[in-house]
């Protein structure tokens, strides 16, 4: 997802800081005392505009959601629509995947959703695909022992190198579905991606894997 730079962005995200973690590596750990419950927490990785995030946490409520998103010209459309959203159940952090580990706790994460993240579709890039094992090292780090890690994508590409690296991993797969939108699920919340991808007749794949714990 490209976005044009935003100058405004970084005193937009100071602007609204309600919704904005500045610091997340601050609640490591403690989580919980921002969201003042103990409700699970579920972290999306690389939330781009943000409808999937806001959408969840509307449908459930007893659910603490954390969006992980890399771009600041992005993050800014999720702020606004989680704004709108008046959800109190999400946050957002302008942070990268790969530094995981400095955000969140062992064991304080209950389910990490990927959805339709980048699929570097090169071999010498492989590494930064967010199913290759050093990632997969650090959600098995802050997922729970009832953990789940969900993928969504378009990309058939990504999908199998993922299917492999969790295999390999010796993840169990509990969920394997080749076309999402051909059975019912009325549970499902689409991301900007998918409503994209799947508005022109694409099949979106989908995974629950768990670790072994
Ligand atoms: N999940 C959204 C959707 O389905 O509509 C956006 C998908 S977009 C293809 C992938 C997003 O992941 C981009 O917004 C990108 O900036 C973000 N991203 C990529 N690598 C990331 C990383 N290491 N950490 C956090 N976000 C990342």
């Known amino acids: 997802m490209r976005a044009r730079n ?11 800081k309600e919704i904005v973690e500045l610091s997340p590596s601050e609640y490591k750990n403690k989580w919980n005392t921002v969201f003042k419950n103990n409700n699970p927490i579920h972290l999306e990785i690389g939330t781009g505009k943000g409808q999937f995030v806001a959408g969840m946490a509307k449908q459930y409520s007893d659910v603490n959601f954390v969006g992980m998103e890399l771009a600041k010209s992005i993050i800014v459309s999720a702020v606004q629509k989680v704004s709108d959203s008046n959800q109190e159940n999400v946050r957002l952090i302008n942070e990268d995947a790969n530094d995981l580990s400095e955000f969140f706790g062992e064991n304080e994460v209950e389910k990490i959703y990927l959805n339709f993240s980048d699929p570097w579709p090169k071999a010498r890039h492989a590494k930064r695909r967010l199913t290759f094992k050093n990632f997969l090292e650090q959600y098995e780090n802050i997922l729970n022992s009832n953990g789940e890690l ?3 994508t378009d990309n058939r590409g990504l999908f199998e190198f993922s299917l492999v690296s969790f295999s390999q991993y010796g993840m169990i797969l509990e969920e394997v579905l080749l076309d999402l939108h051909d059975q019912a699920d009325p549970t499902n919340i689409m991301t900007e991606y998918e409503e994209k991808f799947s508005g022109i007749g694409q099949p979106i794949y989908r995974c629950k894997a768990r670790f072994q714990k």
């Open 6 to 16: 935003k100058p405004w962005a970084d005193d937009y995200l100071k602007e609204n």
């Open 150 to 152: 969900i993928l969504k």
